[in-house]
Nanobody, 126 residues
Framework: QVQLVESGGGLVQAGDSLKLSCAASGRTFSIYAMGWFRQAPGKEREFVATIGWSGGSTYAADSVKGRFTISRDNAKMTIYLQMNGLKPEDTAVYFC???????????????????WGQGTQVTVSS
């Protein structure tokens, strides 16, 4: 089992920045990749960014490229999502996820992840 706890959400204005954190615990040695997803009311869960746990390779959705950056701190078993230039359309609950199976290519769909955090709300006002 892997437990994930997100933090750092809040209410900000358009153009502001926020940094989300996700701390992993439990069988963290089994993690191959971690990612961030978001879900707005009435919409499906949407991929934001992912990072390979060993090599650190990253991949982000086109909608956030150039504004959001995913990173990791292996010693702290934590990943981060630095969000700059926030827009009202970024408003959503942001979820952290972990994959404990090996993979090739990019893992950018919810079904490709095995464990999920409880989510943290990000609200961007115009």
């Amino acid at each position: 089992q892997v437990q994930l706890v997100e933090s750092g959400g809040g209410l900000v204005q358009a153009g502001d920045s926020l940094k989300l954190s996700c701390a992993a615990s439990g069988r963290t040695f089994s993690i191959y990749a971690m990612g961030w997803f978001r879900q707005a009311p009435g919409k499906e869960r949407e991929f934001v960014a992912t990072i390979g746990w060993s090599g650190g390779s990253t991949y982000a959705a086109d909608s956030v490229k150039g504004r959001f950056t995913i990173s990791r701190d292996n010693a702290k078993m934590t990943i981060y999502l630095q969000m700059n230039g926030l827009k009202p359309e970024d408003t959503a609950v942001y979820f952290c996820a972990a994959r404990v199976r090996s993979y090739t290519g990019y893992v950018n769909r919810p079904v490709q992840y095995d464990y999920w955090g409880q989510g943290t709300q990000v609200t961007v006002s115009s």
